[in-house]
Each structure stands twice: as C-alpha cells, then as structure tokens.
C-alpha cells in the first residue's frame, strides 16, 4: 500500500467516536521470582472507524494490552470499556462484538479451508443461511476462494495469515484486534493483508487496533500508541511523532568505503541517534539539528556526501528508545577467530550450490538452484512464503538431503560428509531452536557440549556468550518467558558457541523490534568482518541491503541473483525511476506469477 492510499481511511465515521477507553490500567505478571509489570497506569482512547497501530519493542507490553481490550485478561487497576461494554463485568458480551486475532491464530491444519470457516462459523454463532454470502466475500477478499479444499496446514504463511483473518471475520464485528498479523509473511502478502485491513475500515466502517514491528507499517495508520516498559510514551498520528525530528535525517554517500563500515563507523560515532544502510547511502539520525561534520564521523573518507532528508516515523521511534536504553556493546572477535579463517585468501567458495533439486513426492520445492558463496560474504536468500528458502537452507545444514544436484559447504561434500560439514558451520532458525523450558544458561551449557566444547573452553565460552550478548541479568531465566529480542540473542550466542566459520540465519529478525533488529544486524557486519560467512533469509527487504549479494527465490526457482543495486536497477521504469528493494521484490514476483500463469 502506499502513501496516498494510506490518507483515504480517515473519513468513516465522526472520530468523537471513542471505540476501546483505558482508565488508568496496570497489570502485573509473575514469572518466576521476578514480578513484571506489562502495563503501567495506561490512559488510552481509540476512536472509531480508523486504523490505530500499537507499536513497542519487545515486551513493551502489546499484546498484554491487545489481551485486556479483548476481555481475556482483567486489569489488577483502572477500567476498559469496549464498544461501551465494561470488559472485565461484560468480557462475553465484549468478545461477542469484537475480531481479535492473536499473533498465532488457531487455525487447524489438519482441516481444510472450508472446515476451518465451518468450526469458526459454529463458535461464532453464524446462523447458516448467512454463511454462503458470508464465506464468497471473505474468500474473494482475501483470494483465497481456489483453495478452499486446500488443507490449512498446506497454505503458505501468507495465506494462513489472510484465512485467520478470515475466521476472524465471520461474523463482522464493530472492532478489530489484529496482534502482529504481518510478522513472517513476505512483502506481497503484507500489501495484501493491509489492503484487506483497508478495505474493511473504509467500506465497512470497522474500527481496527494493530500492532506491528514493521516502522513502515505505522506511518499508515490514523494514530499511533507507543507503548515501552508498560508504559505509554505517546499517542499521535505518526507524522506528529516525526516532525520532532525534522532536520535531523541525512543520508551519507562514501563512494569509496563498503557501506557497511561507514555504517558502523557511523553507529559509534558522538551526537548519532540512527545509522541504517538504506540501498547504497546510509541513513543518519543526529541528536541536534546542527550539520554534522562528516570527515570527523567518518575518518579517511574525504569524499563522503552528506544530504539532508525529511525525519521519517522510524527516526523518531528509534530516538525515543535510545534515550531510554543504551546501544549495544561491540561484538570482541573471538579467540583465535581470525587465525583459522584466512586459509585460501579472499576469493575462496565456501558454499557451492550447483544444479540443486528437492522433491517431495511429485511437489518440486527446490528446482535446480544454482550459486556460489565466497567467504566473509554476507549472501541473502530472499522469496516469497513457499519460495523453497528453507528447503534450500535445511540442505545447506545437512539437515535434508537433496534429491538432485551437488552441494559442497566449507570444501566438503554433504551427501558423503555431512557431519563433518555441521562441524563447521552454526545454524539459528526462525523459530530459534532453544529450549523453553530450560534457562539461558542451561541453552548454552546444552549447546556448548553439542558442539563438543568441554572443560575450560565450554566454561569460557559460557561466559564469553553471556557477557557479550549481555545476558547476564538473564542468566537464570527461562528460556520461554523471555522477550523475543532476547531470545534472538540467545539463539544466536547459541549458533556460535563453537566459533562456526559458516553461519546460517533462517528469518533471525522475524517479529523482533527494530532496534533488537539494528542490533543483530551490527553483530551480523562484525562477524563478517571477522571472515564468518553469513548466509541469510528474510522478510524485511531493508535487510536485503546489508547483503552483499543476493539470490531471490519464487517457486523453488532463483529470479534474480546479484549485488543489491543491480537487482534494483532491473527493476526500474518510467514510473518509479529509483525502486526500493521492496518494489523490485514485487515486480519480480508478480511478473514471475504473470508469465507461469500464460505459460500454465
């Protein structure tokens, strides 16, 4: 959706209007010993017929306040009234009247579409002589009505997502709850989803709260409530949070520098709020509206450009959570890191994928995928929900044998020497593949002895994780009650316990804040520095600029392979003389899609 389109939803219904009040609410949790307080005398009024975002980092308190609003939890203090309902004395009557749809929505995988809507429609109440209407507008909303007899389990995530969204809105309900709906589904999905969103605001005159870890997201909504620590930082249409910092933004251009270190010399540098690689510039936040000298920033570049650029709602989210947290310690490379690394000089493959194929029964996920990764390069893998990225990656890690074609990872050969490969390499997935009920520590020990450290070295390396990722006041929690940012860097601390020379991110950022995500990335460019290859999938094309190259996958098959801006000048028109990678993303797919649809 783009901007223009984002203003039109503004005008349904009088925005005196309140939908959802909060009276000085507060809620505390208990996990373990520690009490932690989700919302902290929070005074909210969201009115109708708009689109309100919810936007924090990670345990700020979203979804604890998305829970409240929908009469699942009861406040400890204050009062929510919904659609005029009390929630705590009415939560029936109030969950009656609303959508809510959590950020793992129920659906039933081994069920099929249709049966999905049935059970929905049956918990809702819908009488049966409205639901054939019903289903054939939900289903030609959300174009999910060739599937109908698809398995849920079977759909991508993309599609999950819209036919959750679906079973949400069955029986239209006056106020939608949507927590997360767009984390893990790929940018043409997104669009999809938030014209749907859209849609329902502007035709329907429905009220809708988002929340979202998409900054992007938030510049398209009415309003914006900005939640950390529980408590409220401010309420406001984006553009008024933005304006805070206008003349603020520069981008920076260092024609001879990798654009990753002038990133990084640019993150540590005094008075800098935000430094974000953005296509081939940096983008940089100041503290004040003074003109930054450069050549102090960025030493040994004298022909670095600075150009001033309007304050963005990002800039002005990032700024208020730095005041209140401090930026992150510097990954110190680990021992001995560099020695064994610089084995074959700088040009050497450390991941070739040669005419790869992966069947599973007569389904081709993966069609003869070609490329090649040198080391210290960071390599994207980017693709739609059902690209075939993970198959590729799971084959990459030993963990799937391919069904065709050849793969050789650190010089070895994975059909003959699997194990032997998994040595060498370190492999953090989507859903970070930690044990919930075990504590950080216990993750670590856990891992450090799978990797085969023992003695000295495991106890070292124990303490060497959690000092860098700065996870000692978490040592003793467990796993599952932490926040996501947190859990990340668990993962990742775990991935490289055993100083892996190939790391392998599946999705590493899905669903984390912004700034866990600026802090991963710097970790990512460190490790690169230190010769580690990286080899990653993602969903947020603006990490797609931190690659040096990248491969973007449509149906088990690569559409384009290259450095970023080569990707992006294929993309360019008349129309849009200078693509995001998001928009060259889209152009590929869709032209992907129109010409297997002439050819099919």
């Known amino acids: 959706m783009n901007d223009n389109e984002a203003t039109t939803h503004h005008h349904g219904s009088p925005p005196d209007q309140v939908v959802l009040e909060f009276k000085n609410v507060s809620k505390t ?39 409240l609003a929908a009469g699942l939890l009861v406040p400890d203090t204050g009062t929510i009234t919904v659609l005029g309902l009390d929630a705590t004395h009415d939560s029936l009557a109030v969950q009656a009247s609303i959508g809510y749809m ?30 054939v209407d019903r289903y054939r507008e939900l289903m030609r909303m959300t174009g999910l009505a060739p599937f109908t007899s698809r398995l849920a389990g079977r759909l991508s995530g993309g599609m999950k997502q819209k036919l959750g969204l679906a079973c949400t809105l069955i029986h239209p309900p006056q106020l939608l709850l949507l927590d997360e709906p767009t984390v893990g ?5 997104r669009r999809e989803l938030w ?37 409220l930082l401010g309420k406001k249409p984006p553009g008024e949070f933005s304006r805070k910092l206008e003349g603020h933004a520069y981008t920076v251009r260092a024609p001879g520098l990798n654009k990753r270190n002038v990133q990084k010399k640019l993150a540590q540098g005094a008075g800098v709020i935000d430094a974000v ?13 003074e003109r930054p000298a450069i050549k102090e920033l960025l030493e040994g570049s004298d022909d670095a450009l600075l150009q001033p650029v309007p304050a963005r709602f990002e800039d002005s989210f990032i700024a208020m959570l730095r005041s209140q947290t401090s930026k992150p310690k510097s990954l110190a490379p680990q021992t001995d890191f560099n020695q064994r690394r610089r084995i074959g000089g700088g040009d050497n493959k450390v991941i070739e994928v040669h005419d790869v194929a992966r069947r599973f029964g007569d389904f081709y996920a993966v069609k003869h995928v070609t490329f090649d990764v040198k080391q210290g390069e960071v390599f994207g893998l980017l693709g739609a929900n059902g690209a075939g990225k993970s198959t590729t990656f799971r084959m990459l890690c030993g963990l799937l044998p391919p069904s065709g074609g050849q793969l050789r990872v650190a010089g070895l050969d994975l059909r003959k020497a699997a194990a032997a490969a998994r040595a060498r390499i370190g492999y953090m997935s989507q859903k970070f593949s930690l044990y919930g009920n075990l504590s950080v520590r216990q993750n670590l020990n856990f891992f450090s002895g799978v990797y085969g450290l023992h003695g000295q070295r495991r106890a070292a390396k124990i303490a060497w994780a959690l000092q860098q990722f700065e996870l000692e006041g978490q040592a003793d929690a467990v796993s599952s009650d932490l926040p996501l940012g947190y859990k990340q860097r668990l993962a990742m601390a775990c991935a490289l316990m055993h100083e892996p020379e190939i790391l392998f991110l599946d999705e590493p950022t899905s669903g984390v804040d912004p700034l866990a995500r600026r802090e991963f990335w710097l970790r990512i460019n460190e490790l690169a520095e230190q010769g580690v290859t990286v080899l990653v999938t993602t969903h947020f094309m603006e990490e797609a600029e931190y690659c040096d190259r990248l491969a973007i996958m449509s149906a088990g098959k690569i559409l384009a392979l290259g450095v970023p801006a080569e990707i992006k000048q294929e993309a360019s028109s008349r129309e849009n003389a200078d693509p995001t990678m998001e928009d060259a993303f889209i152009s590929l797919i869709q032209a992907d899609e129109e010409e297997s649809e002439s050819n099919g």
């Open 185 to 189: 589904v790929d940018p043409v999905s």
């Open 102 to 131: 959590p950020q793992r929505f129920g659906l039933y995988e081994d069920l099929t579409v249709q049966e999905n809507l049935d059970l929905y429609a049956d918990l809702q109440g819908v009488a049966r002589d409205q639901r």
């Open 195 to 231: 014209s749907i969103v859209d849609r329902l605001v502007r035709e329907q005159g429905m009220s809708v709260v988002l929340s979202t870890a998409y900054l992007d997201e938030a510049e398209q909504c009415h309003e914006v409530i900005m939640l950390h620590l529980g408590k």
């Open 277 to 289: 690689i953005q296509g081939e510039r940096v983008r940089l936040v100041m503290d004040s509206t």
């Open 29 to 67: 949790f208990t996990a373990g010993k520690r009490k932690i307080k989700a919302l902290d005398n929070v005074e909210v009024r969201v009115p109708a017929g708009v689109i309100t975002g919810l936007i924090g980092p990670d345990g700020a308190g979203k979804t604890t306040l998305m829970r």
